[in-house]
């Protein structure tokens, strides 16, 4: 079990380009799309989400690639996802709350600071076996070759002004029979524990879809 610094958190200060900000004109969100969001939320419970996303809180609809590779991509304030032509969700994140978040420098630093708060306590071994658990809940099925898993440390100021080491994100990587990693999560830490899904990605056949677990 690979627990080694990631290269993602080696970014001690948010990056001076900011990301680029999300147009808000409110459009028509096709009803298979959200079905499939709202599911991935209902069964998966995402790190600041409790509810099912409500069309009004879809401010960004638009389609990425064309051909059998499609995409169309939803956003809100918090989250973005990716749902390809099958109506299949191959890519979410929480776009403030991940290890990197996505937003204007300040924005940015203030995000990171409430990393000191990820008091709750977890293990890699949790991170793996909620990343199964997931799996199963989403109906994907494939064979396991291998898997990393990282969960580093860091020493932050609490907002009381304290050094506090706290581990608030846990990566998991998964990689299938030909050596090719086909799911990336990332689960966050807040002050309980267990963990939970800041991101998503799964770059996997149709085929390996095989019906979510009802709920």
């Not at 299949?88 to 995000?111: C, G, H, I, M």
Request: aromatic residues 8%; without cysteine; hydrophobic residues 35%.
């Amino acid at each position: 079990m690979n627990t080694n610094r990631s290269p993602l958190m080696a970014e001690a200060t948010p990056s001076e380009t900011p990301a680029p900000a999300l147009q808000t004109n409110r459009v028509e969100v096709p009803p298979a799309l959200l079905n499939e969001l709202n599911r991935f939320v209902t069964l998966v419970r995402p790190y600041g989400l409790d509810e099912p996303i409500k069309p009004e809180d879809i401010l960004h609809v638009e389609p990425d690639r064309v051909g059998p590779k499609a995409r169309m991509v939803l956003a809100t304030k918090t989250h973005l996802a990716e749902i390809d032509r099958h109506n299949l969700l191959r890519f979410f994140y929480a776009t403030y709350d991940r290890s990197n978040p996505v937003a204007e420098p300040e924005a940015k630093q203030e995000a990171m600071r409430k990393w000191s708060q990820a008091t709750g306590k977890w293990s890699p071994e949790e991170a793996l076996a909620e990343t199964y658990r997931i799996m199963e809940r989403l109906g994907i099925r494939f064979k396991v070759s291998r898997y990393d898993v990282d969960a580093p440390k860091l020493r932050m100021k609490n907002p009381q002004g304290d050094t506090v080491e706290v581990t608030p994100f846990y990566m998991i990587k998964l990689y299938d029979t030909n050596d090719s990693m086909v799911i990336d999560a990332e689960f966050r830490i807040g002050e309980l524990g267990p963990g939970r899904l800041t991101m998503w990605w799964a770059n996997l056949p149709r085929e390996a879809y095989q019906g979510a677990t009802k709920q």
